[in-house]
């Protein structure tokens, strides 16, 4: 039997074939590019529109009579503004989007302009801000509130606010995966997972919280001035991590961003526990004088 030999393939088949790979390799890069675009697009809108939303709401909070009228609409618009901007930086951050363009002109900035009569300071701020300081201040303020309230109930709502942003800053960090900036420049060395800063989002909820607790009865002019105090403190020591190169600028972001959700969440507790605190006693107060008004004689067993 003649064997049939195989049709030598010729070089116009061999180049046709290598186009059309090479026109596939190029569709499937247009398509990914589009789609990160796409999607880079979508966390911008989303970041910020959730700062937008954050800051009407807390305008709007911030005007006279509205803050009990609104009831817990406006916390919920402040705390889905924050929960959308940190959702969206955090993306960004894994992904290592546009929005985390800044972090390495902020922190070769912060390097090239350390001094030894600053740095001392900031690492007795970084050292204050960490997860001890954090906890014991916690602890501290939360007995302070709860002596004044006469309830554990403050105390209760700072450390868990608190405790409660610390974790969810750890599981974030392990989610993200951010490296830390090269160690080179570090001053105090650290080598866990970077996104977002933990003494950001610390000192936010703690300070903010403690303020939104403290200055819940105040005036709108004291307590924006408290407000405004507490988030000051809070920009302090996060700005330390920056200097000593310990965060990139996006992570004292995201971990502000988080901090300050928790805050809100804490300040709604707290408020819905006040309110249920004044109702108690107006019908307890209630109740007593109608009690009264039926002992007493001259009223005929009307209430007084």
Not at 57 to 83: D, E, H, I, K
């Amino acid at each position: 039997m003649k064997e049939v030999e195989p049709h030598p393939v010729s070089s116009a088949s061999a180049h046709g074939a290598s186009v059309r790979v090479n026109l596939v390799g190029r569709a499937h890069e247009l398509v990914s590019g589009i789609h990160q675009g796409a999607a880079a697009a979508i966390a911008l809108t989303a970041f910020v529109g959730g700062v937008a939303l954050f800051l009407g709401a807390s305008l709007w909070r911030s005007l006279p009579g509205t803050r009990r009228s609104a009831g817990m609409a406006l916390p919920c618009l402040q705390g889905a503004g924050l929960a959308a901007a940190f959702v969206a930086l955090a993306y960004q951050v894994k992904a290592g989007g546009w929005l985390t363009s800044a972090d390495p002109a902020v922190l070769g900035w912060f390097t090239e302009h350390r001094s030894d009569w600053v740095t001392g300071p900031a690492i007795a701020v970084t050292d204050a801000g960490g997860p001890v300081g954090t906890v014991v201040l916690a602890v501290v303020i939360g007995a302070v509130l709860s002596w004044r309230a006469r309830s554990p109930i403050p105390a209760l709502i700072l450390i868990g606010t608190v405790g409660a942003a610390a974790l969810v800053s750890t599981v974030t960090k392990t989610v993200v995966g951010r490296s830390r900036p090269p160690i080179a420049s570090q001053v105090l060395l650290e080598t866990d997972h970077s996104f977002p800063s933990g003494h950001a989002t610390g000192a936010m909820a703690l300070f903010m919280t403690a303020a939104l607790l403290l200055g819940y009865a105040w005036s709108p002019a004291r307590r924006a001035l408290l407000l405004v105090t507490a988030a000051a403190v809070a920009v302090v020591v996060s700005v330390t991590r920056l200097y000593l190169g310990e965060h990139w600028l996006s992570d004292v972001i995201g971990g502000m961003l988080l901090g300050g959700l928790a805050a809100v969440i804490g300040g709604a507790l707290y408020t819905s526990w006040m309110a249920r605190s004044h109702d108690r006693r107006t019908g307890a107060l209630g109740a007593s004088a109608t009690a009264r008004g039926r002992n007493n004689p001259t009223t005929m067993g009307q209430p007084a």
